[in-house]
């Protein structure tokens, strides 16, 4: 079982990225799978999921309107679209997988994760 996340990266305040995350040795399909970040310093935090039926959470209203997240079930791959980035967003982002729920920000009910991304917003 593999989470593999890709695309972070050093960007200006104001700019745009997009994250993946492949994923490998299960049925992605069944899964909801999210995507929480950890700044330095803090807590990881819950940000965003998206369910095996496309029902989107977000755990934060700072995020509305500026992250997207949408998965591709041919292949394996969920995206997290941001835009607007704030120094803020300055984290390690991590996606995860949950066979049990079709919403979760509790990081004890994910099954899998990836090793994480990291995202640098300059002012």
């Known amino acids: 079982v593999q989470l593999v996340e890709s695309g972070g990266g050093l960007v200006q305040a104001g700019g745009s990225l997009r994250l993946s995350c492949t994923a490998s040795?299960?049925?992605?399909?069944?899964?909801?799978i999210g995507w929480f970040r950890q700044a330095p310093g803090k807590e990881r935090e819950f940000v965003v999921s998206?369910?095996?039926?496309?029902?989107?959470?977000y755990g934060q209203d700072s995020v509305k309107g500026r992250f997207t997240i949408s998965r591709d079930n041919a292949k394996n791959t969920l995206y997290l679209q941001i835009n607007s980035l704030k120094p803020e967003d300055t984290a390690v982002y991590y996606c995860?997988?949950?066979?049990?729920?079709?919403?979760?920000?509790?990081?004890?009910?994910?099954?899998?994760w990836g090793q994480g991304t990291q995202v640098t917003v300059s002012s």
């Open positions: 995860a997988a949950d066979l049990h729920h079709s919403y979760s920000d509790y990081e004890h009910e994910y099954d899998y």
């Open positions: 040795g299960f049925t992605f399909d069944d899964y909801t």
């Open positions: 998206i369910s095996w039926s496309g029902i989107t959470t």
